[in-house]
């Protein structure tokens, strides 16, 4: 019996030791965290505009979907291993967690939905970069960043209600990005004729256009992946809250968006011309795998954010990241500098973006407060 105990009360110290050893201060992980979702994302927004906006011997790259057929494969990959690896170290691991866990059933995945979410994901982030040869970064930067106004136009049409605040964040963000493009100069130099000129016009309107094209895939997207969370539910009546882990969702999220992008880009001939293009120019194939590469750092920093916080962190992080490359990319491009119109329309679109954040955070408190009273 006092062998028992002992041998007990030795494999529970093993146990504390080992978690008090695994443990990192909740500070270290943030910056860790801001860190990588800086750095990974910096390098992203630089390499997208490289691989759009640079010219290679007198030529543009076009073929998007080629790109996004590399980076989407690049996610399935490292998705793929990091789930073989996560159910591996799940088998192997004889803590009392592991041990508990595996006397409950499996997880059963929605896979389908989620690949669907993958292709609409995948088709918005092609007209985002479909947008950058013909707008500047920050335009598109800006554009994006109205997210919430497809967002909010379809909670109205299924009559949801909205605060008056977020109505006014809205519109503060619709008048920022107007300003920011109606403030951009038109000089005409004398090289350039009238018709260029016009046609530069109808450029950049098309660019918009695509813009638009993308936010619509986001709210596209947003249904969708609020789809996969009520399958998993439906798929997982067993469990409390069944959650597919983050290497799951990296997988079959890219995996949908790679076949789709596989298939449209052998449809469209961007397969066959875009590796025709990498093969006459190594610093447009540089610059894809570069930005793959950055792409699957990113995303890993963004799940490691949301499993260590919550979405409000990773959407102060993200948020802040983009007025950072906003900044940079109009510093690293004299012929692209702001005049003060755009500055101010920028910085209304920040404010907003900053102001909704805030108002989530004070929202998450509300509630936590509100629990902790019921609680005691």
């Known amino acids: 019996m006092v062998a028992t105990r002992r041998s007990s009360a030795a494999g529970s110290a093993r146990v504390g030791s080992a978690r008090g050893a695994s443990r990192v201060p909740t ?9 990588g979702i800086f750095f990974a994302f910096g390098a992203f927004a630089v390499l997208q505009e490289d691989v759009y906006r640079t010219s290679y011997a007198g030529e543009r790259f076009s073929a998007t979907f080629l790109v996004l057929i ?3 494969g690049v996610n399935t990959a490292v998705g793929a291993v990091g789930a073989f690896l996560l159910a591996r170290s799940g088998r192997g691991d004889a803590s009392a967690d ?3 866990s595996r006397s409950e059933p499996k997880t059963r995945v929605p896979v389908a939905a989620i690949a669907t979410s993958g292709v609409s994901q ?3 982030m092609a007209f985002a970069n479909e947008a950058l040869r013909f707008v500047s970064f920050p335009t598109q930067v800006l554009g994006k960043s109205c997210k919430m106004i497809p967002v909010m136009i379809g909670g109205v049409v299924a009559g949801r209600k909205y605060p008056a605040s977020q109505y006014a964040q809205v519109a503060v963000v619709t008048a920022g ?3 920011f493009n109606l403030g951009k100069s038109r000089r005409v130099s004398g090289g350039v004729s009238r018709s260029g000129a016009e046609q530069l016009e109808r450029d950049s309107t098309y660019g918009l256009s695509l813009i638009a094209a993308s936010l619509a895939m986001d709210l ?3 249904a969708l992946q609020d789809r996969v969370k009520t399958a998993t539910i439906r798929l997982n009546p067993e469990k409390k809250s069944p959650k597919t882990s983050m290497f799951t969702s990296m997988l079959w999220t890219n995996l949908g968006g790679f076949c789709a992008a596989f298939c449209i880009a052998a449809g469209t001939g961007q397969l066959a011309s875009g590796v025709s293009f990498c093969a006459r120019h190594a610093l447009a194939a540089r610059n894809v795998a570069f930005y793959a590469l950055a792409s699957v ?15 409000l962190v990773l959407s102060t992080v993200t948020t802040t990241r983009k007025i950072f490359s906003t900044v940079y990319s109009a510093a690293r491009s004299p012929a692209a500098a702001l005049n003060k119109t755009q500055w101010g329309g920028c910085a209304a679109v920040f404010a907003a973006i900053a102001w909704e954040t805030l108002e989530k955070y004070r929202r998450a408190q509300g509630a936590k407060r509100l629990g902790g009273k ?3």
């Open 27 to 35: 500070e270290a992980k943030l910056v860790f965290a801001v860190a």
């Open 374 to 376: 019921k609680n005691a």
């Open 220 to 222: 596209v997207t947003a």
């Open 177 to 179: 990005v107007v300003a």
């Open 98 to 100: 592991r041990v508990r």
């Open 122 to 124: 995948m088709l918005a």
């Open 70 to 72: 590399v980076e989407r």
């Open 297 to 311: 750092v990113g995303q890993l920093f963004v799940y490691f954010t949301i499993t260590e916080f919550d979405p």
